[in-house]
């Protein structure tokens, strides 16, 4: 069975996006985390599925309308409303997302990674469906924006920590098996 990653970039309070969605400032965009986020992209995942507001982020930095984020691996975007004519490698999911993917972590292979965002994260999480948390934790505070997981209103779940890396710049990658 497949696991699904949340590989997330977030601040130390626990915030992926500022307020308007945007993750352009506050976030350490150069630095050997991101050589190593890239490997990952390239190497770790056999599937990668995101929430709609997480694909259409996607259009400022020059993705078109319908194409695959990631050409390397199949892209699934879970969205009632988008509406138009998708290339190879981009399945727009609009039925039941619960049964979609479990049923998409059902092969074996290598794990699916949860692009966010954090509502759909938290959809994901409400029904036990993610296995991992794999965070980019940048050494700065927001105060409020979009929480890692948005729309979760309490919660106590365990987390055990597989593994850790610190990078010259303060970013720390820590890898969480979630213990429902």
């Given at each position: ?6 590989h997330v970039?977030t601040?130390?309070?626990?915030y992926?996006?500022?307020?308007d969605g945007?993750?352009?400032t506050?976030?350490?965009?150069e ?9 990952s992209?390239?190497?770790d995942?056999s599937?990668?599925?995101m929430g709609?507001?997480?694909y259409?982020y996607?259009y ?11 050409a390397n ?6 969205s009632s409303?988008l509406?138009?004519?998708t290339f190879?490698?981009l ?8 049964s ?10 290598k794990?699916i990674?949860?692009c966010?965002?954090?509502?759909f ?9 993610i296995?991992?948390l ?5 050494p700065?505070l ?10 979760v ?11 850790q ?14 213990e429902?």
């Open positions: 069975m497949k696991k699904i990653i949340y970039a601040t130390v309070d626990g992926i996006a500022h307020t945007k993750a352009d506050g976030f350490a965009h630095g050997d985390h991101v050589t190593d986020y890239i490997n992209l390239q190497e995942y599937a990668v599925i709609r507001s997480t259409e996607g400022q930095f020059g993705l078109e309308k319908g194409r695959p984020a990631y691996m199949p892209n699934y975007v879970f409303s509406d138009f004519p190879e490698g399945k727009i999911v609009r039925e039941d997302t619960v979609f993917v479990r049923e998409l972590k059902m092969d074996e292979g794990p990674y949860l966010g965002g954090g509502r994260a938290a959809h994901l999480f409400e029904h036990q469906l296995d991992e794999l965070l980019k934790v940048n700065v927001f105060g409020n924006g979009i929480r890692l997981f948005e729309t209103k309490e919660y106590e779940v365990a987390l055990k920590l597989l593994d890396k610190v990078y010259e710049n303060g970013v720390m990658l820590q890898r969480y098996k979630i429902y």
